[in-house]
């Protein structure tokens, strides 16, 4: 069973480009969880959805970020012409389907580090 | 709002020693308590987790918790530390309360352990 993939790991960025970020969730795993680490930080919460629904963004800045779960493929973190600010890695989570899912642990890919150079 | 604190930016212990990370936190209610691992340039690893039960909680390569109510804390500890501990350790909380199941991180603790 694979564990969470994310693609690319590493992905340098000149500022004002678009950068994709995608997250392949755990087998049978349809919640997927995006959070953001800056330099120094811990982890910050920016979204999760649900295959084809957002659920909760409120941690996402209202522009330039969205996010989507598609019904197939893989879950794409998108950001708009990008400052230097969103140098950060963004690590993608997922968890099990359902309600009783929270109380299990969230399993996380390695994560992409975004550079805007 | 919840909130997680990890007081020490990090914490240094010689191989063999007894090893503590500390974690307070403030949620409403009662939380689900984590704490994950995450080396260089990887992902996080999850650790342990207590969700009921016993205040002392057993998880992945000797490490535990013990969950203070009364203090609101969940301090991370292994009897014999090994320098390959050595990484960032972070504590996290999820609301049991609530339908969406986001994570609060602490800022993370670096723990290095020395030969």
């Known amino acids: 069973n694979a564990g969470v993939m994310q693609n690319p790991r590493h992905l340098v960025r000149r500022r004002g480009q678009e950068a994709r970020l995608r997250c392949s969730p755990m087998k049978g795993h349809s919640h997927v969880y995006w959070y953001r680490q800056l330099p120094e930080e811990g982890l910050k919460f920016m979204v999760y959805l649900q295959k084809e629904n957002i659920i909760d963004e409120s941690g996402m800045p209202k522009e330039r970020f969205s996010a989507e779960f598609p019904k197939e493929g893989p879950s794409i973190l998108r950001i708009q012409q990008v400052v230097r600010g969103d140098s950060a890695a963004y690590f993608c989570?997922?968890?099990?389907?359902?309600?009783?899912?929270?109380?299990?642990?969230?399993?996380f890919g390695q994560g992409t580090r975004l550079t805007v150079v | 709002a919840q909130s997680v604190a990890q007081p020490e930016d990090q914490v240094n212990v010689a191989e063999g020693n007894p090893l503590t990370v500390k974690c307070t936190y403030s949620v409403s209610g009662n939380p689900y308590l984590f704490w994950y691992v995450q080396y260089p340039n990887r992902g996080l690893q999850f650790l342990l987790k207590y969700i009921t039960g016993d205040n002392l909680v057993k998880g992945s390569y000797g490490f535990e918790a013990e969950f203070n109510k009364s203090q609101t804390s969940f301090h991370l500890k292994k009897p014999s530390a090994l320098v390959s501990d050595s990484a960032l350790y972070f504590c996290?909380?999820?609301?049991?309360?609530?339908?969406?199941?986001?994570?609060?991180f602490g800022r993370g603790t670096q723990l290095t352990v020395w030969p």
């Open positions: 996290a909380v999820r609301d049991r309360g609530s339908t969406l199941g986001r994570l609060y």
């Open positions: 989570a997922s968890s099990p389907v359902g309600e009783g899912g929270k109380n299990t642990e969230a399993f």
